[in-house]
């Protein structure tokens, strides 16, 4: 019995070693494996038929003989399957290629483009300013000396003095405002000018973010009134959702701005009343006035000869409204099911 297990492994061995395919290795696999007629069935059958004793000798090495055919068997197959895959093996030139999904810009960002790209069109400028600031620039300069309680409303990130910025009172800007007094003091009037940028507040909640984007416009010169700022905020709101509104200016405290304004559209979701306008029929903006003349005087401009305007909004409050979306977390969470519903 050993003499023919030993036979067997050997032809097997030989068999294997010259299969070249997938019809070889099914032959291999019928001849030795087979359930009728395999040569390791014929084996296990004549074992039964031997004595105990013999049966117990012999039984080791047929054993074996299966796990090695067996084994070797599966190995070679996947061997072959393996192959088969390999690239360039069978390639399949007319298949359809996976699709690139096109990337496009972020919301956010498509909003800011078409914005600057209304106040260009207005024949505005753009400026900018940086995003750490200076105590001075962001309040002092805007009529906010140290502990004017209107510093309350926009609480903010401060920096300690470090070697690269040994200055103290450097904070993240809580608004684009500080830009007024910049492009004030580097340029003398007529002054029109929009400064859109990254700003910081702590604050937040479904419709506040610690990071956010403001818009900041700015018109200097002689003879310039509340009914200009008027104009342009109409102008403006109506460009930017592609249908005709109406403004509302509501008396509103900014210490920049004198008067100062908060500013309304009519609901661009309802007509008599939503959740959205929460039944008032109109939807808050921003805020906007006249530059007040203690700003003009810290940029040494005489405020009986020049007059301006001033307005600011949030882009985001902007984004939401264009596209109807109620949670401004939504914007910085990077979900591609969000993100995709933004082609440019
Ligand atoms: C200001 O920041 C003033 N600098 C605007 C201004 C400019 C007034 C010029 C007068 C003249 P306010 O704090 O209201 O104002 O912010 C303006 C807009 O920024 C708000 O209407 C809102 O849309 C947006 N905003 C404010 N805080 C947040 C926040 N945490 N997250 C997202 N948007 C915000």
Known sequence: METRVQEIRRAFDRDLAAASDKEALAAIRVRYLGRRAGLLTGLLKDLRELSPQ????????????????????????????????????????????????????????????????????????????????TDYYNFEALNMPPHHPARDMQDTFYLKPHPFHPKAGLLLRTHTSPVQIRTLEKQRPP?????????????????????????????????????HLKGTLEHFCRRVFERDLTIRLRPSYFPFVEPGAEYDISCIFCTGGCSRCKGSGFIEMG??????????????????????????????????????????????????????????
């Open 191 to 227: 002054v029109k000018m929009v400064a859109l940028g990254t700003v910081f507040r702590r604050d937040s909640d479904v419709t506040h973010s610690p990071v956010f984007h403001q818009v900041e416009g700015l018109v200097v010169d002689e003879g310039i009134t509340f009914a």
């Open 54 to 133: 013999k049966r117990a000798a012999s039984g080791k090495a047929v054993n074996d003989l299966k796990t090695h055919l067996e084994r070797s068997l599966e190995e070679a197959e996947a061997r072959r399957r393996g192959s088969e895959d390999a690239p360039g093996e069978e390639l399949d030139p007319t298949l359809p290629g996976r699709a690139q999904r096109p990337g496009t810009s972020h919301p956010i960002t498509q909003v800011r483009g078409l914005i600057e790209e209304i106040f260009l069109e207005m024949g505005y400028a753009l400026e900018s300013g940086p995003e750490i600031e």
């Open 287 to 344: 805020g906007a006035g006249m530059v007040h003349p203690a700003v003009f005087e810290k940029v040494g401009y005489d405020p009986e000869r020049y007059s301006g305007f001033a307005f600011g909004l949030g882009i985001e409050r902007i984004a939401m409204l264009k596209h109807g979306i109620d949670d401004i977390r939504l914007f910085y969470e990077n979900d591609l099911r969000f993100l995709g519903q933004f082609p440019a």
